[in-house]
């Protein structure tokens, strides 16, 4: 089972929740570091684009990714 946690909320330019079409940015953070091949696979999967990968302080991913596919489970 992969775990992970997204800390960041899809907020608009206008600071209202985001809508199912726009974009909005996500950190990643995964509970193992042997996750990271596959979740940022899924998360390409699900149309996200895939950004910096984060190895020291903790183990995740920068992700930009539609409302819809971010609420979806890793």
């Given amino acids: 089972a992969v775990s ?3 800390l960041a909320a ?3 330019a206008s600071g209202a929740p985001a809508s199912g079409s726009e974009r ?3 950190i990643v953070v995964l509970a193992a ?3 990271l091949p596959t979740v940022t696979a899924r998360a390409r ?3 996200g684009t895939v950004g910096h990968g984060y190895r020291h ?3 995740g991913f920068s ?3 539609a409302a819809p ?3 979806a489970p890793v």
Avoid: W
């Fill in 63 to 65: 992700v930009e990714l």
């Fill in 24 to 26: 909005s940015s996500y």
């Fill in 4 to 6: 992970a946690l997204v």
């Fill in 69 to 71: 596919a971010a609420a």
């Fill in 10 to 12: 899809p907020l608009a």
């Fill in 45 to 47: 999967a699900a149309g």
């Fill in 33 to 35: 570091p042997s996750d």
């Fill in 57 to 59: 302080v903790f183990t």
